[in-house]
């Protein structure tokens, strides 16, 4: 991460020792991007990142917020009466008609259950109606009665810029239950309301004048003299085709697309059309760019993500002209730098979360992707579009009203005043922010009143999380109800058999639970001394660990054994599926135990609590360790089982463990599979990718050096590939195409390029 400022230090603080619920906020190119990566690559946390649409889902790299809480779409109503019917196309759900929609399968609900904190992505989006909903869900699934069912939330965003949309035939019926529509307006929020932390260091700009005129802007306090250094900028004739380089931000889409398919059309020369590879599952109302991309030489474009490689050769909003075309080449020119660059193509990935059955953490599984190139037309787009995007040169044409907000979007997406050029005059009328936000705004904590928070709540949550991980009401429960379950089986019952292991397994249970009652009344004790004695908490808890630690371990081990057992019997699936669901919630108790010893030994040792100091290799392995050894044993006693192949008897087998870990790059993550011994097509199978997008990532890895050309080119391709590349100049690969036609492959072509860089 860059420079890591006070406010970014208190956000990670507060996400990973607390569980208190934060707001992160901060003006536009403060990093708010980089810090959300930051905190899902170090927290100890199972985290769900959400967002209100499928782009904004997507390029947080979650899911929406419907999807993932199976919320119908519509307002929602805060009561238990019935919804009122207004018409057709508005429909309002309440508490009990939005129940009937709680009904999920196992894997979602374990993602549920398992979850410890929800990130809202672009949260001046969610409307407050929709996050009560979210509350009410997670209240209802997770049968905990507090705030998302005792899940920390993160929200993140910018409030000055995308407003909530609520049409005004549903803010008639809202307005009864609510203040606002902003997600600060819900009643979740009012009653817990987050802390509030604000990135303040700017990167995107670095000119003092400029940076205080956004302020200004953005704190509805704008002067003559803001408006008189913006007006100087003002030159009605600029000539676009004059001045290449520069983008026209305007207010409407219509205009945005007719600019930029004029100027198109205007080109002479070859059109281009390139197409996504689309593999699985990637609905097309997700798709980030526009399926059908048509370009020719001389275009003006735009990349809408960083450049991933060493290089960072362009940025989100970086404008270039592009210098040739191809079937498979994009060459981009960079004027000012002089420069050209091969534009590749992005990877965008649709996952969804399940927890992975071996250590409980919730990871992602891909469903599908989808890759193209990151490029659009760029001699226009809407002040709408260009949120997240940096620009040089940009022409503000904005000469109809703006909205609020509007003109701080549009502004603070330029580095500095001197790529500024505006159409018409700046005007006072029309660009004024929120009241309710501004308002909102000025609830922001101090450095000093957050230290003190933050203290106060890491204390919280230690006592709250050493408590939980001796809190087993829920668990013996379930062992109970499980015992009584054999009640209605008769002796013939395949499942009557395990039926003394059960009473032996809940009386187990059933057994620590005064005990652990009395040590969380001890911790209560503790805790409530000031200061708390963290040295004697320590070792109270590292005590009462080894007290438990040898029964739920053998209850554990029991449970493994037995399903081990069971999904090799025939005509079993529901008794296999009770035990899973046991399973669940006795291997979370014990990595919960683990845990709870770790995290006092971090906090007494002044450290900071992080998935790196937090997660040990133990916890980790803690059951396919155990499993492994069953299995072992199994093997050489094979009574109970039917005697085939292992792949055979496992007739249940239990859900598949993510596949896609997040915070890889996608060339490392090839890497890995390819040290894994797996062909190109294998590999292009198990990431849901093409081949063509494989190859393309070994270019990199041999540019890099982790991969040589002989690793992934047969000994005659590269002696013809040295002949052909005997006169090449470095840039293009068009020209050796088109002499050598399909004697090579692009994917060839390029590999051995990279061999030579």
Same mark, same amino acid.
């Given at each position: 991460?860059?420079?890591?400022?006070?406010?970014?230090?208190?956000?990670?603080?507060?996400?990973?020792?607390?569980?208190?619920?934060?707001?992160?906020?901060?003006?536009?190119?403060?990093?708010?991007?980089?810090?959300?990566?930051?905190?899902?690559?170090?927290?100890?946390?199972?985290?769900?990142?959400?967002?209100?649409?499928?782009?904004?889902?997507?390029?947080?790299?979650?899911?929406?917020?419907?999807?993932?809480?199976?919320?119908?779409?519509?307002?929602?109503?805060?009561?238990?009466?019935?919804?009122?019917?207004?018409?057709?196309?508005?429909?309002?759900?309440?508490?009990?008609?939005?129940?009937?929609?709680?009904?999920?399968?196992?894997?979602?609900?374990?993602?549920?259950?398992?979850?410890?904190?929800?990130?809202?992505?672009?949260?001046?989006?969610?409307?407050?109606?929709?996050?009560?909903?979210?509350?009410?869900?997670?209240?209802?699934?997770?049968?905990?009665?507090?705030?998302?069912?005792?899940?920390?939330?993160?929200?993140?965003?910018?409030?000055?810029?995308?407003?909530?949309?609520?049409?005004?035939?549903?803010?008639?019926?809202?307005?009864?239950?609510?203040?606002?529509?902003?997600?600060?307006?819900?009643?979740?929020?009012?009653?817990?309301?987050?802390?509030?932390?604000?990135?303040?260091?700017?990167?995107?700009?670095?000119?003092?004048?400029?940076?205080?005129?956004?302020?200004?802007?953005?704190?509805?306090?704008?002067?003559?003299?803001?408006?008189?250094?913006?007006?100087?900028?003002?030159?009605?004739?600029?000539?676009?085709?004059?001045?290449?380089?520069?983008?026209?931000?305007?207010?409407?889409?219509?205009?945005?697309?007719?600019?930029?398919?004029?100027?198109?059309?205007?080109?002479?020369?070859?059109?281009?059309?390139?197409?996504?590879?689309?593999?699985?599952?990637?609905?097309?109302?997700?798709?980030?760019?526009?399926?059908?991309?048509?370009?020719?030489?001389?275009?003006?474009?735009?990349?809408?993500?960083?450049?991933?490689?060493?290089?960072?050769?362009?940025?989100?909003?970086?404008?270039?002209?592009?210098?040739?075309?191809?079937?498979?080449?994009?060459?981009?020119?960079?004027?000012?730098?002089?420069? /050209?660059?091969?534009?590749?193509?992005?990877?965008?990935?649709?996952?969804?979360?399940?927890?992975?059955?071996?250590?409980?953490?919730?990871?992602?599984?891909?469903?599908?992707?989808?890759?193209?190139?990151?490029?659009?037309?760029?001699?226009?787009?809407?002040?709408?579009?260009?949120?997240?995007?940096?620009?040089?040169?940009?022409?503000?044409?904005?000469?109809?009203?703006?909205?609020?907000?509007?003109?701080?979007?549009?502004?603070?997406?330029?580095?500095?005043?001197?790529?500024?050029?505006?159409?018409?005059?700046?005007?006072?009328?029309?660009?004024?922010?929120?009241?309710?936000?501004?308002?909102?705004?000025?609830?922001?904590?101090?450095?000093?009143?957050?230290?003190?928070?933050?203290?106060?709540?890491?204390?919280?949550?230690?006592?709250?999380?050493?408590?939980?991980?001796?809190?087993?009401?829920?668990?013996?429960?379930?062992?109970?109800?499980?015992?009584?379950?054999?009640?209605?089986?008769?002796?013939?019952?395949?499942?009557?058999?395990?039926?003394?292991?059960?009473?032996?397994?809940?009386?187990?249970?059933?057994?620590?639970?005064?005990?652990?009652?009395?040590?969380?009344?001890?911790?209560?004790?503790?805790?409530?001394?000031?200061?708390?004695?963290?040295?004697?908490?320590?070792?109270?808890?590292?005590?009462?660990?080894?007290?438990?630690?040898?029964?739920?371990?053998?209850?554990?081990?029991?449970?493994?054994?037995?399903?081990?057992?069971?999904?090799?019997?025939?005509?079993?699936?529901?008794?296999?599926?009770?035990?899973?669901?046991?399973?669940?919630?006795?291997?979370?108790?014990?990595?919960?135990?683990?845990?709870?010893?770790?995290?006092?030994?971090?906090?007494?040792?002044?450290?900071?609590?992080?998935?790196?100091?937090?997660?040990?290799?133990?916890?980790?392995?803690?059951?396919?360790?155990?499993?492994?050894?069953?299995?072992?044993?199994?093997?050489?006693?094979?009574? /109970?089982?039917?005697?085939?192949?292992?792949?055979?008897?496992?007739?249940?087998?239990?859900?598949?463990?993510?596949?896609?870990?997040?915070?890889?790059?996608?060339?490392?993550?090839?890497?890995?599979?390819?040290?894994?011994?797996?062909?190109?097509?294998?590999?292009?199978?198990?990431?849901?990718?093409?081949?063509?997008?494989?190859?393309?990532?070994?270019?990199?890895?041999?540019?890099?050096?982790?991969?040589?050309?002989?690793?992934?080119?047969?000994?005659?391709?590269?002696?013809?590939?040295?002949?052909?590349?005997?006169?090449?100049?470095?840039?293009?690969?068009?020209?050796?195409?088109?002499?050598?036609?399909?004697?090579?492959?692009?994917?060839?072509?390029?590999?051995?390029?990279?061999?030579?860089?």
């Amino acid at each position: 991460m860059e420079e890591v400022t006070a406010a970014a230090t208190y956000a990670l603080k507060f996400i990973n020792q607390t569980n208190r619920s934060v707001f992160l906020t901060g003006k536009a190119g403060t990093g708010k991007t980089t810090l959300l990566k930051e905190i899902i690559k170090t927290t100890h946390k199972n985290v769900v990142v959400v967002a209100p649409t499928g782009i904004a889902a997507l390029n947080a790299g979650g899911v929406t917020i419907h999807s993932m809480f199976q919320l119908p779409f519509g307002g929602f109503l805060p009561t238990h009466a019935q919804p009122p019917h207004i018409s057709d196309y508005v429909k309002f759900e309440t508490k009990d008609s939005l129940r009937r929609h709680f009904n999920m399968r196992a894997e979602k609900k374990s993602v549920v259950m398992n979850m410890e904190l929800l990130v809202i992505d672009e949260v001046s989006m969610l409307r407050a109606d929709l996050l009560d909903a979210i509350d009410y869900m997670l209240r209802s699934v997770r049968r905990r009665n507090e705030p998302f069912g005792g899940v920390q939330v993160l929200y993140i965003g910018d409030l000055l810029q995308l407003p909530p949309v609520v049409r005004n035939e549903e803010w008639d019926v809202l307005r009864q239950y609510y203040r606002g529509k902003f997600f600060f307006h819900s009643h979740v929020v009012q009653e817990n309301p987050p802390v509030y932390i604000e990135l303040d260091k700017i990167y995107r700009q670095t000119d003092s004048k400029f940076i205080n005129v956004l302020n200004n802007l953005r704190n509805n306090i704008i002067t003559n003299d803001d408006l008189k250094i913006l007006n100087e900028f003002v030159n009605p004739a600029f000539d676009l085709k004059q001045n290449p380089g520069y983008i026209t931000l305007t207010t409407h889409n219509a205009k945005a697309d007719a600019l930029n398919a004029n100027s198109l059309q205007e080109l002479s020369g070859k059109e281009y059309s390139y197409l996504p590879d689309i593999v699985d599952d990637f609905p097309e109302k997700m798709y980030p760019v526009e399926q059908m991309l048509k370009l020719k030489a001389g275009a003006q474009v735009m990349f809408i993500k960083n450049d991933l490689s060493p290089e960072k050769n362009y940025f989100n909003g970086k404008i270039g002209i592009v210098k040739s075309l191809s079937d498979g080449e994009i060459m981009v020119h960079f004027p000012e730098e002089n420069v /050209t660059i091969e534009a590749t193509k992005y990877e965008w990935k649709n996952v969804k979360y399940l927890v992975d059955e071996l250590t409980k953490e919730i990871k992602e599984e891909v469903l599908g992707t989808f890759v193209h190139y990151p490029l659009k037309l760029a001699w226009a787009i809407t002040v709408h579009k260009s949120q997240g995007l940096t620009f040089d040169k940009a022409m503000l044409d904005v000469s109809q009203v703006f909205m609020p907000g509007q003109a701080y979007v549009a502004l603070s997406r330029l580095r500095s005043l001197q790529g500024l050029v505006l159409l018409s005059p700046m005007r006072m009328n029309g660009i004024s922010n929120d009241a309710d936000v501004m308002d909102y705004a000025s609830g922001k904590a101090g450095d000093d009143e957050m230290e003190t928070s933050l203290q106060r709540e890491t204390l919280n949550f230690v006592c709250n999380f050493l408590k939980e991980s001796f809190t087993w009401g829920q668990l013996a429960a379930e062992w109970q109800r499980h015992k009584m379950s054999y009640l209605q089986e008769g002796e013939k019952a395949l499942k009557h058999r395990f039926r003394e292991w059960a009473h032996r397994q809940e009386d187990t249970i059933h057994k620590q639970l005064d005990a652990s009652g009395k040590f969380i009344n001890q911790l209560d004790k503790l805790f409530s001394q000031h200061p708390v004695n963290l040295d004697f908490v320590n070792e109270r808890v590292t005590a009462a660990v080894n007290y438990f630690y040898p029964a739920m371990d053998s209850m554990a081990t029991g449970l493994y054994n037995k399903i081990e057992e069971v999904k090799r019997l025939k005509r079993a699936r529901a008794f296999f599926d009770e035990l899973a669901a046991l399973e669940e919630l006795q291997t979370g108790a014990i990595l919960r135990l683990l845990k709870a010893k770790k995290i006092v030994e971090v906090v007494m040792a002044g450290g900071e609590i992080s998935r790196d100091s937090l997660i040990t290799p133990q916890m980790q392995s803690y059951k396919a360790d155990k499993i492994e050894a069953i299995k072992a044993i199994m093997k050489l006693n094979p009574v /109970t089982i039917i005697e085939e192949e292992e792949e055979e008897y496992e007739r249940y087998p239990v859900k598949k463990k993510a596949t896609g870990e997040p915070k890889k790059t996608t060339l490392e993550e090839t890497f890995e599979l390819w040290q894994q011994k797996l062909s190109i097509k294998e590999i292009a199978e198990r990431r849901k990718l093409t081949e063509t997008t494989i190859l393309s990532h070994f270019a990199g890895l041999i540019q890099s050096g982790k991969a040589e050309v002989s690793d992934v080119l047969p000994e005659e391709k590269i002696v013809a590939l040295k002949e052909a590349f005997k006169d090449f100049d470095g840039e293009s690969l068009k020209g050796l195409k088109d002499k050598y036609g399909d004697a090579f492959t692009w994917g060839e072509l390029r590999i051995f390029k990279a061999g030579l860089e």
